[in-house]
């Protein structure tokens, strides 16, 4: 059974940072795409970065530059460093594996910046 369990979200002023972790279990996140997603209210579930096997990463626009996706195999987790949050990075930050057949998802982790 795949299991995605995020960690990390919480309040932070702007300008602050933070890291999320998503722990995997039942698919080894080595052999496959991940990514990072988020939905604020009222709004669809947005891409935030994804990153392949190879290392080939992708940023939303919005984000380049100050969030950082990375992958550490050996422990079977992905992360998402974000700094210069801003109150638009408010929402549900949910980790995502792709392994091709379907995709896994995580319950969310809720990042709220104050201004």
């Known amino acids: 059974q795949v299991q995605l369990v995020e960690s990390g979200g919480g309040l932070v002023q702007a300008g602050g940072s933070l890291r999320l972790s998503c722990a995997a279990s039942?698919?080894?996140?080595?052999?496959?795409?991940i990514g990072w997603y988020r939905q604020a209210p009222g709004n669809q579930r947005e891409l935030v970065a994804k990153?392949?096997?190879?290392?080939?990463?992708n940023y939303a626009d919005s984000v380049k530059g100050r969030f950082t996706i990375s992958r550490d195999s050996a422990k079977n987790m992905m992360y998402l460093q974000m700094n210069s949050l801003t109150p638009d990075d408010t929402a549900v930050y949910y980790c995502?594996?792709?392994?091709?057949?379907?995709?896994?998802w995580g319950q969310g982790t809720q990042v709220t910046v104050s201004a």
């Open positions: 990153s392949s096997t190879s290392g080939r990463t």
């Open positions: 039942g698919v080894f996140i080595g052999a496959y795409g």
């Open positions: 995502n594996v792709d392994t091709f057949a379907r995709e896994y």
